[in-house]
């Protein structure tokens, strides 16, 4: 049998399928500070890829080089480079013949040379009038007459290069036969292009074409579309650069066009062939412009693949800005974008384009029922635990604590132990039950281990408490900058009941005219509003309903506000909103104040600003039920709210 040879390289299907996954968390806490400050999960995933992340340039940098790329392109350089010249040998031309009549003073010459003298100074002041008036004169001069023929020369040439890569190159001192080649490929292109606006099938005459032509075409085009497709772009930016020319420029330049290699078909069959192109393709641009104003005269063919760079970067920066219905990063041209910006740009783009998908692959991002981004409850949990780090660094005020894992069991460790029974899943012993080993084999048994030595460690039930967190997301909230706060205190203190004490029950309730029991997620992404009313006497309505569904567990509850009540509900549950605060609001407040308190709920009064109203108003409920008002600063939010729910629990 012959021995199979196997090679191994790099994979190149993709993505590579054993790669660890991408870091997302400082996508996360961006994505998460974003939608604290009142972002919508989509906008905050938008503001992340305009900015990037790490060392990756985000889309408003790759838009930035864009768009100074073409600013340069635009200040270095003007379009009239091809009139230039023209002037430049239409000077050089008459100057030379100027000379030559200038030496024939006498003789039977001289009235003739007069004459011709005096046609030159009757010439249009325009190039392409006199390049017209010239075109049958007799030149006394060789060196004027090589110049003129260099001007219908330039012309051709220039106007090839609009509309085929190349061609000003291949034509250089073009022979008689060589524009008698490019004529007869245009009437076959022109052909051509008619049968296909025909709908009619040219796959017979387009490979006809292509075996007699193709070598004016580097693109190599593969079908008639494909064809049509390269030219029209160019013929598209060749109608912009026209129409970025003066109107003086554009008259004289057309003027010119016609001088083209000395013969008018050839202006006529490029007329043709644009008019053909435009009717086929009026998807393209053929009415923009651009304002070019810099120094570096440009010819007509150098001027159309300008104007043809501009379309790309006009495409590209709108493909960056991802301002369309339905945009993605997966619209980017990447090949296109390396060819502007360099490879490094679609690296960075790559990257960014990778990013999205991994938040949504990896369950960062998750779409709502209404069709809504959301962060799902994976995201949540980091922000928590980023929140309740940086709470539990202000409380303790230590660093270099190791994160660890484990939380409590279902009981804290009262010092004493027990013999194991059948079923236990307490902790064991371990020096009570080495020392029972050992006192047993001391009388005589051999054994090293019985189960009778197993002794457990005794548990004593743990506190459990009904936490109600009730923050206050008045417009007032949004204005002084505490909405962010308030949110990452509602983080922190969620993913300290959920991953630390996971017996407690918190709610997390929010009022403004109206107040509500909310989700984290919810809370999360809620954007601030203009909403009058501090409806505390709803927020406390539900608190209380929440704590007597756990009539066994400790009743906290925690208010964030910033200002005194000034909403309450009737009876019949609709708001009622007064400022200065009406007597019935502040008699419905302390009446449901006065209900909490025969639960014996510990109550604490966060007060945010300086408002002294506020102050004494909290000051006086808080001695009415015997709770506790905490003036924390913003900063300090978060640090004040956990502590004070522990101190609670113990």
């Not at 260099?150 to 220039?158: A, P, Y």
């Not at 501009?310 to 060819?339: F, N, V």
């Not at 205190?489 to 959920?498: D, G, K, M, P, V």
């Amino acid at each position: 049998m012959r021995r199979r040879r196997y090679s191994y390289g790099p994979y190149d299907g993709g993505p590579d399928p054993l790669a660890p996954p991408l870091d997302l968390r400082e996508a996360i806490d961006r994505l998460g500070e974003d939608v604290l400050d009142g972002s919508s999960p989509r906008q905050a995933l938008r503001e992340l890829l305009r900015r990037g992340l790490g060392e990756r340039r985000g889309l408003d940098e790759l838009n930035r080089q864009l768009w100074q790329r073409r600013r340069d392109l635009q200040r270095n350089n003007r379009l009239d480079g091809t009139l230039q010249q023209v002037r430049e040998l239409l000077d050089r031309a008459v100057t030379a013949e100027r000379k030559t009549l200038e030496r024939r003073d006498s003789g039977p010459q001289a009235d003739d040379a007069r004459f011709r003298e005096l046609q030159l100074d009757a010439l249009p002041s325009d190039a392409g009038g006199a390049v017209r008036e010239l075109e049958n004169y007799d030149w006394q001069s060789p060196d004027a007459r090589s110049a003129y023929e260099q001007i219908k020369d330039l012309l051709g040439r220039e106007m090839l290069d609009q509309r085929f890569a190349g061609m000003k190159q291949a034509l250089e001192n073009a022979s008689p036969q060589d524009v008698e080649a490019i004529r007869a490929m245009l009437d076959d292109l022109n052909v051509l292009l008619q049968a296909h606006a025909r709908l009619e099938d040219p796959t017979e005459q387009f490979a006809r074409f292509m075996a007699e032509h193709g070598h004016y075409f580097p693109e190599n085009p593969q079908t008639t579309d494909e064809l049509v497709d390269v030219l029209a772009a160019r013929s598209a930016a060749a109608q912009r650069m026209m129409n970025s020319l003066s109107a003086d420029q554009r008259a004289e330049l057309a003027a010119l066009t016609e001088q083209a290699f000395g013969d008018p078909r050839l202006a006529q069959s490029l007329s043709q062939l644009d008019a053909m192109l435009q009717q086929l393709r009026p998807g393209q641009d053929w009415d923009g412009s651009g304002r070019f104003r810099g120094d570096n005269p440009m010819g007509m063919g150098e001027a159309t693949r300008a104007l043809e760079e501009l379309g790309r970067l006009d495409a590209l920066g709108e493909q960056l800005a991802q301002g369309y219905p339905g945009a993605s990063l997966d619209d980017i041209d990447l090949d296109l974008l390396a060819e502007v910006l360099g490879e490094p740009a679609r690296v960075d783009a790559r990257a960014l384009a990778e990013l999205e998908r991994e938040l949504r692959d990896q369950g960062i991002l998750q779409r709502a029922a209404d069709g809504s981004l959301q962060l799902s409850p994976k995201a949540l949990r980091r922000l928590g635990q980023t929140a309740l780090a940086d709470v539990a660094d202000r409380i303790g005020g230590r660093t270099g604590e190791r994160e660890t894992r484990r939380s409590g069991a279902a009981g804290d460790a009262s010092g004493a132990t027990r013999p194991w029974e059948f079923g236990d899943t307490a902790p064991w012993s371990v020096p009570r039950t080495l020392l029972n080993a050992q006192l047993r084999r001391a009388s005589g048994d051999p054994r090293p281990l019985d189960v009778a030595d197993v002794e457990v460690i005794e548990t004593e039930r743990r506190v459990r408490a009904a936490v109600a967190l009730c923050v206050d997301t008045s417009w007032s909230m949004v204005q002084e900058g505490r909405w962010v706060p308030m949110k990452r205190t509602a983080l922190a203190l969620h993913h300290l009941i959920s991953t630390r004490f996971r017996g407690d029950d918190l709610a997390l309730i929010t009022f403004g005219r109206h107040a509500g029991r909310v989700e984290l997620g919810e809370l999360v992404g809620l954007e601030g509003a203009y909403v009058q009313g501090t409806n505390l006497h709803h927020a406390l309505l539900l608190a209380g309903a929440h704590l007597r569904r756990h009539p066994d567990a400790t009743p906290v509850v925690l208010v964030v506000t910033d200002g005194e009540p000034t909403a309450h509900l009737e009876p019949d549950g609709s708001p009622v909103f007064a400022y200065p605060p009406a007597p019935e609001t502040l008699h419905a407040t302390v009446g449901e104040l006065d209900r909490l308190t025969g639960l014996r709920a510990a109550v604490t009064f966060f007060i945010l600003g300086d408002d002294p109203r506020l102050a004494m108003f909290t000051d006086r409920l808080a001695r009415r039920c015997g709770g506790r008002v905490v003036a924390p600063d913003l900063d300090g939010l978060g640090a004040s709210v956990v502590a004070d729910y522990l101190r609670h629990r113990r």
